[in-house]
């Protein structure tokens, strides 16, 4: 089925750092969406890009679609501590069993250091 | 606004024992409903997915299983656990009718399995 790739797999920066996470997909997406999951907690949707080339910005989180829209990146400036925790993008595809469901990377774990 | 719940918040249950997650979306109505399983510090697994009363599809084959008696309540269960099961267990909904929608996740139940 169609996966998605997300690296690297943990990131540890120092506080102030910037970090970036990418995502490839080996098929075109219609979308990619992002979520963030907090240590101890669940996954919480953090933005949907539909765009070729599109870019969005939170505050400090950068979101970019490929112009091919197979990969997708989050980029956070200047990291804080409050940004600790997994990222994961999800796109929709074919899931090793057949159905066409939201299928998600592995994340990346991020680790700031005060 | 919709609102997911999900019980028990954590649980230890012996080897061979039963297994009774249960989940209730409010606020929204046929919702898709998903379980995920989330093996610790690794990414979300999708064991089931439920478009309707009744109407359930599995992933990954296993000793789970899973039913929808009500449009917005949705259980996974097993008659006995295995180690393997040991887990954060995420329920979780989107809206019907297409693909690509942001998933909506519940605060999670981790099982431990001893």
């Known amino acids: 089925g169609q996966q998605v790739m997300q690296i690297p797999q943990y990131q540890h920066v120092q506080e102030g750092e910037d970090f970036t996470t990418y995502c490839n997909s080996s098929?075109?997406?219609?979308?990619i969406q992002w979520y963030k999951q907090r240590p101890g907690g669940h996954p919480v949707f953090l933005i949907q890009?539909?765009?070729?080339?599109e870019v969005k910005k939170q505050k400090r989180l950068t979101f970019q679609f490929g112009e091919a829209k197979k990969n997708s990146s989050l980029h956070i400036t200047a990291t804080q501590t409050t940004d600790v925790g997994t990222y994961f993008c999800?796109?929709?595809?074919?899931?090793?069993?057949?159905?066409?469901?939201?299928?998600f990377g592995k994340g990346t774990k991020l680790s700031v250091i005060p | 606004s919709q609102t997911i719940h999900q019980w028990p918040a954590t649980l230890v249950q012996p080897v061979g024992s039963p297994l009774s997650l249960e989940c209730t979306v409010e606020?929204?109505?046929?919702?898709?409903l998903y379980w995920y399983r989330q093996a610790a510090g690794r990414g979300l697994q999708l064991l089931f997915y439920?478009?309707?009363?009744?109407?359930i599809s599995s992933e990954v084959p296993q000793n789970l299983s899973a039913s929808r008696p009500q449009d917005r309540q949705f259980i996974l269960s097993s008659k006995k656990l295995l180690l393997s099961d040991s887990g954060f267990y995420l329920c979780?909904?989107?809206?019907?009718?297409?693909?690509?929608?942001?998933?909506?996740f519940g605060e999670g139940s981790w099982l431990t399995v001893v």
């Open positions: 979780a909904w989107s809206v019907s009718g297409g693909i690509g929608h942001t998933i909506y």
């Open positions: 098929t075109t997406l219609s979308n």
């Open positions: 890009l539909v765009k070729s080339g």
């Open positions: 999800a796109g929709p595809g074919y899931s090793g069993a057949g159905s066409y469901q939201l299928t």
């Open positions: 606020g929204t109505s046929n919702p898709n």
């Open positions: 439920s478009v309707g009363i009744g109407q």
